[in-house]
């Protein structure tokens, strides 16, 4: 919603400035269609040749969450917590019972639980192959976390790739709105022969390239990427409490505790309170009791 009035403000202000101090958006408009057709084909042409298939797919995709904001919410990182509490739980008491939710997790009753991180298979891969990996001993916590570290280094390189496409977008569109307006001038030139009022329209029309292309940059494309940044890494936080969590395990902290310090390395914002949470993992315990 705050995008969707990010945009209407942006389009009252600039256009509503423009008529308030006795501008014609007459010119604007003859002109419009035929200047968006050069520039705004050139950047879709430019973005095409400059990705493959997968990121175009994805930089559209993620273009939603410009007005949906990040996928996990607060109640998200509370489910995530009990998720884990109960997977250590079990491992600890039971380390052989561990090894059927690891390895076919769409068939586990316990992340049947939580069917909206059941979703995401690369939280979902990310928590089975650790585990699965301390239970072939391979639990020196400091390898374990740099090799976490590592992953989702990678992962987030990749999620960010639509941010810097768009980017990219945003930095060509001034010179292609030049791009257009130079083809304007050339065009007034031919007809140079005119009357002045004839004139005026046409170089008038040739300047709505350069305001198109640095207003699409500025006000549109640019924010886009930089919230599409934004709320991806935002989303990051939700992997990095995953192996907060599993490598205070590793260090062989009570269960409780291992929870805890998932709980305060969440940022602020996403944080469950230690009393939601707490009253969530009781009523686990008295699940399985």
């Keep these: ?38 520039i ?22 993620d273009v939603g969450k410009v007005f949906k904001g990040p996928k996990w919410k607060p109640d998200d990182y509370r489910d995530l917590l009990c998720l884990l509490f109960e997977l250590i739980r079990l491992a600890r008491q039971n380390p052989v019972a561990i090894e059927e939710h690891i390895e076919t997790p769409e ?22 192959d650790t585990m ?29 790739h639509s941010s810097h496409a768009l980017q990219m977008v945003a930095d060509a569109l001034p010179a ?22 004839i004139l005026g329209k046409m170089i008038g029309g040739a300047l709505v390239g350069t305001f198109l292309g640095v207003f699409l ?28 969590v599993l490598v205070a395990n590793l260090h062989n902290h009570a269960t409780n505790i291992c929870i805890e310090v998932g709980r305060q390395n969440t940022p602020s914002h996403r944080r469950p309170s230690f009393a939601d949470l707490e009253e969530a993992l009781k009523a686990l315990k008295q699940e399985a009791a």
């Design 40 to 61: 705004g084909g050139a950047a879709v042409g430019a973005f095409l040749l400059s990705n493959d298939g997968a990121a175009v797919k994805h930089t559209i995709k």
């Design 176 to 197: 292609l709105g030049i791009v257009a307006a130079v083809l304007g001038v050339i065009k007034t030139m031919a007809s140079i022969d005119q009357p002045p009022e």
């Design 132 to 160: 699965r990996s301390a239970s072939m001993n391979y639990d020196d916590p400091h390898q374990v976390e740099e090799v976490l570290e590592k992953r989702m280094e990678a992962n987030a390189h990749h999620a960010l």
């Design 107 to 128: 068939e586990s009753s316990i992340f049947s639980n939580y069917p909206k991180i059941m979703t995401d298979k690369e939280a979902v891969a990310l928590i089975c």
């Design 217 to 244: 940059a500025y006000a549109i494309i640019g924010p886009f990427a930089e919230k599409v940044k934004g709320v991806t890494e935002d989303e990051s936080n939700f992997y990095k409490l995953i192996r907060e």
């Design 1 to 38: 919603m705050i995008g969707i009035i990010g945009i209407i403000t942006i389009f009252i202000m600039v256009f509503g400035g423009y008529v308030a101090a006795g501008g014609k958006m007459g010119i604007i408009i003859k002109a419009l269609p035929f200047e968006m057709m050069m």
